[in-house]
């Protein structure tokens, strides 16, 4: 019998290493344009200020380049830190020190992976759950645990049976317009969660990327900012859906006793996210309205959500769907398919979704998928939902 060299080297933690559909997805519709993709949650490029970016950009090279192409602060550059926590924190009493720029707040999930998680550790997760968390914890190989969730946050009753039950170390959540579901947590049961992982002493993840996209431009507090034990709460955020992916920039609100382990393990990852992008994005937000500039983002995002959702009523009324609050997605299920035999017969049409159970610890028999609606323009969408269309007609007929 021949050996597997690359599975004889590999450390066994490897095994819970597992690939993004979505990247998988990504790949395909960049390398094919006929394709039309409702998976990635893409912002829309019209959206960037470009004219700005073109400034921030010449003087980061010109007047920064001593700064902006050397090595930099593990934590991120002082000054872009200073603008986080002014104008994208919620949270009371957090100072400069407390806020570490990271690649993406994805880098921000798997060093608190690394840090919190290992074979002994209980994880709770919402249910549905974004994938990206799913990635970065799974290595770690922690016991994860689903958790019920309402339109309007978790199952309560839930909550309090597993909290009972179980010693939870972490819960990771994602209150605000939640990837893949859409659901946001009322500021009731931000309250009441707060209160609950306060009382059983849990270390909260909370996964603010979608904050700043309501479309009415409601600002939801943090579940963090009403604990007593703020020691016991992480918040992740990110400039990727309200700027660009491409400066690959995000940034965690680290209480004090963990802020020097966790510098220390972003050393070991990357000595500093990108110092470029980041004196880049600091003279870009120091020259924009940032204020404006969100608003015209929310505006846009409602108007192309309103247009899909009205697509979804004209052309395939028997698919259900909860009406989001903001963000970048709906979450539709399709009744009587099944994920797959669907997923592989939009893929013939050439149009792809994220099948539902991509975002789950335990598949589910009823047929969910992941639509985006920031980056298709108005006639991409209706011939895209056209083709889903004769798919899902031509199944259940």
């Given at each position: 019998m021949e050996t597997n060299f690359v599975n004889l080297y590999l450390a066994e933690r490897t095994r819970e290493i597992r690939s993004s559909a979505i990247r998988d997805i990504l790949k395909i519709t960049v390398s094919d344009s006929e394709f039309l993709s409702f998976a990635g949650g893409l912002p829309n490029p019209s959206l960037l200020p470009t004219d700005l970016l073109d400034m921030a950009t010449e003087f980061a090279i010109r007047s920064m380049r001593d700064v902006a192409f050397q090595y930099g602060e593990s934590e991120g550059y002082k000054a872009l830190r200073e603008i986080v926590r002014e104008q994208f924190v919620s949270e009371r009493g957090i100072d400069d020190r407390s806020i570490c720029i990271t690649s993406g707040s994805q880098q921000g999930l798997d060093i608190l992976g690394k840090l919190l998680m290992?074979?002994?550790?209980?994880?709770?997760?919402?249910?549905?759950?974004?994938?990206?968390?799913?990635?970065?914890?799974?290595?770690?190989?922690?016991?994860?645990?689903?958790?019920?969730?309402?339109?309007?946050?978790?199952?309560?009753?839930?909550?309090?049976?597993?909290?009972?039950?179980?010693?939870?170390?972490?819960?990771?959540?994602?209150?605000?317009?939640?990837?893949?579901?859409?659901?946001?947590?009322?500021?009731?049961?931000?309250?009441?969660?707060?209160?609950?992982?306060?009382?059983?002493?849990?270390?909260?993840?909370?996964?603010?990327?979608?904050?700043?996209?309501d479309f009415t431009g409601t600002l939801y507090p943090s579940i963090a900012s009403f604990r007593k034990k703020r020691d016991l709460s992480f918040v992740l955020g990110s400039f990727s859906k309200i700027l660009s992916p491409g400066f690959r920039l995000g940034w965690v609100s680290v209480p004090k006793p963990y802020q020097n382990i966790f510098i220390a393990t972003k050393q070991g990852n990357d000595l500093n996210s990108n110092q470029f992008s980041q004196i880049v994005l600091y003279h870009l937000l120091l020259h924009m309205d940032i204020q404006k500039h969100v608003q015209k983002v929310q505006s846009f995002y409602a108007h192309q959500k309103d247009y899909l959702v009205g697509l979804l009523k004209q052309y395939l009324p028997e698919v259900k769907f909860q009406n989001p609050l903001g963000g970048m997605f709906l979450w539709v299920e399709f009744p009587h398919v099944s994920e797959t035999e669907m997923m592989r017969k939009i893929m013939e049409k050439k149009v792809v979704m994220v099948p539902g159970n991509e975002f789950r610890l335990e598949p589910s028999e009823v047929a969910f998928f992941r639509m985006n609606f920031s980056f298709l323009r108005e006639t991409e969408m209706e011939d895209g939902v056209r083709r889903i269309q004769d798919v899902y007609r031509d199944i259940i007929t």
């Open positions: 290992d074979q002994k550790t209980n994880v709770l997760l919402e249910n549905p759950v974004y994938l990206g968390a799913l990635q970065a914890f799974s290595p770690y190989r922690p016991n994860l645990i689903s958790l019920t969730m309402e339109v309007d946050g978790p199952n309560l009753d839930a909550l309090r049976k597993i909290l009972s039950e179980k010693k939870v170390h972490c819960f990771y959540a994602n209150p605000s317009y939640q990837n893949p579901s859409t659901c946001t947590w009322s500021v009731a049961k931000r309250k009441e969660v707060a209160s609950l992982l306060d009382e059983h002493e849990v270390i909260l993840i909370e996964d603010e990327a979608y904050l700043f996209l």
